[in-house]
């Protein structure tokens, strides 16, 4: 009875702290790609001694943005499909939103995580396996995993999740008591920028906006049913997720920059390979290979759910979770034959399309009345787009035209953050602009009243 009054009196529903942490692991795990391997290693090899500002500006883009997200997502009780909508309408919202799942799902991520596993898992060890089979068995675990919804979370948080942050402890632990270098000096007098541009690789900002729908729908399905509740779930499931990303992205870009300071012709991929070898010999191949594995089908499993929620959503249910999960994974198979490296080449443009606009609209978006900055988000929003051109045509190789041309005159342009100063200038014009107007027509709306 007491209990019950205790609710009452509160008037939200926290989950039990054991649910919290399976939930929270499984949102990590999803999380937690190839790309969160790799990437950091990279930028700790080649920003060297100041790999620790380099860590910072990469959780800037890869942890902060992924507790920015869970938090708008918790405060709005809704989806990035209906944050779009909100700013620019419900056909912008569906077109911003697909871009955005493709790009993030079986597009890009799951060929590249599929192509990754055999190249970093499989090839390795069983050189005489083709890539067409690592690819379809990895692609009929990935349609059991997330065909059954009600299931996916608790087979990611309680199962695969606990073994990919054993190995990967296993693995940061080694490096840090006994790294096979030390950081290069003087290290790079461009590690923050260099942070936040490798940040963009793991999308994780993105996935996080994505994921908010999963786990909206997760939340109810475990009884979760008022927004004030979710809101309080989610943002210590959010929290967790992020501080977990940040202290694992943290740990492995030291490795690259101590033990991957011996390795410094390696290549993206092979990099960590190199480094798991070196601490634990042939014992750290295998466990490479095994967290590759498990990082690769939990964020594949993830997406794919995430997939299925999200048009079953934007198309009012016509479209079947089932199906989509279906689909998804025959294009993520189909795709995957092209092979990581050139999915990567062909990820990054794409990105620097999208992240501006988010990046936007998740910090307006966390304003206390976001109906008074609504005008300013829009203009900002379409800025962002804009300035972002730029970048996205240079990154397919068009870097002749007049978008890259200005973007590279425009502060930060060289650094990929051309959209920056213009959507600053935006969106203080804009929002002075509806502070005046606003009074004004609401003035005389009472005048005409009268």
């Known amino acids: 009875m007491a209990g019950s009054e205790l609710l009452k009196e509160r008037k939200y529903l926290l989950l039990p702290w054991g649910v919290i942490l399976v939930i929270t692991a499984a949102v990590f795990s999803a999380h937690f790609g190839v790309g969160d391997v790799i990437f950091p290693a990279i930028l700790g090899r080649d920003t060297g001694a100041t790999w620790f500002i380099a860590a910072l500006g990469y959780g800037a883009i890869n942890s902060l943005g992924v507790f920015l997200a869970y938090l708008v997502v918790a405060t709005h009780d809704k989806s990035l499909y209906g944050l779009t909508s909100t700013v620019l309408g419900r056909y912008f919202g569906i077109f911003y939103t697909t871009i955005a799942m493709l790009v993030i799902g079986p597009v890009f991520i799951l060929p590249r995580v599929s192509s990754a596993t055999h190249e970093m898992s499989v090839a390795p060890f069983f050189p005489e396996i083709p890539l067409w089979a690592t690819l379809l068995v990895y692609f009929a675990l990935n349609f059991y995993f997330a065909y059954n919804r009600s299931k996916v979370i608790d087979r990611l948080g309680k199962y695969l999740a606990p073994a990919l942050i054993v190995f990967m402890l296993i693995l940061i632990i080694k490096g840090v008591i006994t790294p096979l270098a030390t950081p290069t000096q003087p290290g790079s007098p461009t590690a923050f920028t260099d942070g936040v541009l ?6 994780n900002a993105l996935g996080a906006a994505l994921f908010g729908l999963w786990l909206i729908n997760e939340l109810k399905m475990r009884g979760v049913k008022d927004a004030e509740s979710r809101k309080r779930n989610l943002i210590r499931i959010g929290s967790l997720t992020a501080f977990l990303l940040f202290l694992t992205s943290t740990g492995i870009t030291y ?7 011996l390795f410094p012709k390696a290549e993206i991929g092979e990099l960590s390979v190199l480094i798991a070898e070196g601490l634990l010999g042939y014992v750290g191949k295998a466990v490479f290979a095994v967290l590759i594995a498990l990082a690769c089908i939990t ?5 794919t759910s995430t997939a299925g929620d999200t048009f079953e959503q934007m198309s009012n249910g016509r479209l079947k979770y089932k199906v989509t999960v279906g689909w998804g994974s025959a294009v993520g198979f189909l795709l995957g034959l092209v092979g990581l490296s050139r ?5 990054v ?6 992240y501006p606009a988010l990046i936007v609209l998740l910090i307006m978006c966390l304003t206390p009345n976001f109906e ?5 988000t829009q203009a900002g929003v379409i800025t962002a787009i804009i300035f972002s051109i730029g970048d996205f045509l240079a990154g397919l190789g068009f870097g002749d035209n007049p978008f890259t041309k200005m973007n590279l005159a425009l502060p930060l342009g060289k650094q990929g953050l051309a959209w920056l100063l213009p959507v600053v200038i935006t969106v203080i014009v804009f929002q002075a602009i509806s502070t005046v107007v606003k009074p004004r027509t609401q003035a005389g709306g009472k005048g005409v009243t009268q």
């Open 255 to 261: 490795l690259g920059a101590s033990s991957g300071a």
């Open 372 to 376: 008074k900055v609504k005008l300013a």
């Open 299 to 303: 964020t594949s499993v993830g997406l």
């Open 343 to 347: 999915i990567v080449r062909y990820t």
């Open 198 to 203: 490798n940040g963009y690789n793991t999308m």
């Open 349 to 354: 443009p794409w990105l620097m399309l999208i």
